[in-house]
């Protein structure tokens, strides 16, 4: 079989999108066009067993970024496994924000960083002086401090809980901490693949946030939550005064 009258069959039973990108994984292809010239390829045995893995792990609703190992976030590709949540496009919204704030010298704390995605990425796009991810699940550090090495970013990798095991500076907080609330009834059925302490939080999904705004005495705290808990998350964080508020993320300042 070729890989055109694979990409044919699969997408029958899957998406084209995701037959092709599974065929990209599979092929070491960069770009889906890179599959138009090859179209006429004839498949080997070990990689038309792959490709049917993958199809078929995809019809059990395991999210693609799980299965193919990675996800893209501003524009670099992150080591995922099932220790990590799958970064969010709309988590993409905090760096945007912190590039417009002025953070030269500035330390810069992502608690839950997960995947690392956030700290990564703000080594990488700013100046601050120093950038520090801090998770209680030491599988997620792991994953953490392989995305950093990978993609050279320089970032201290901190097990504790919340800001709780941290004794260092804090100039500004950045946080995506679990805030779905088991009761939402829209969660799409591939979120029971990621790990539940990267979901869910107990009081309507804010238990952690309130944990944090109460610990937290950093100039800066940028938080992510669903916008239908935003104005709780307000009303809660009087210490704090609202500065902005942008698709899922509130800014607060001391
Ligand atoms: C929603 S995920 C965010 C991951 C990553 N920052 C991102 O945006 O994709 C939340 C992360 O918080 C971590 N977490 C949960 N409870 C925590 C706690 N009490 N202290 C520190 N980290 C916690 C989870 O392990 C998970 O990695």
Redesign the pocket.
Known sequence: MNVNSWLKQASKITTRLDAEIFMMTVLGKEDRSDLVLCAEQDLVEDELKMLDMMVELRLRRVPVAYIIGKKEFYGRDFKVNRD??I??PE?ENIIGLVKEMNVEGKTIV??????G??AITLALETDAAEIIG????LK?LRVAQDNADELRAKVKFIA???LDDYHGVADIVVA???YVDRKWEWTSPEIKYE?E???FAEEDGLA?IYRLIDGCEAEYLILEADPSQHEKIVNYAKKYKLVKRENYILLFQK
């Open positions: 990590v949540l970064p969010r988590t992502d608690v839950g960083t997960g995947s995605c956030i801090i998770d209680k699940s997620a504790s809980d919340l995506n901490l679990p790990p302490m990267a979901l952690l």
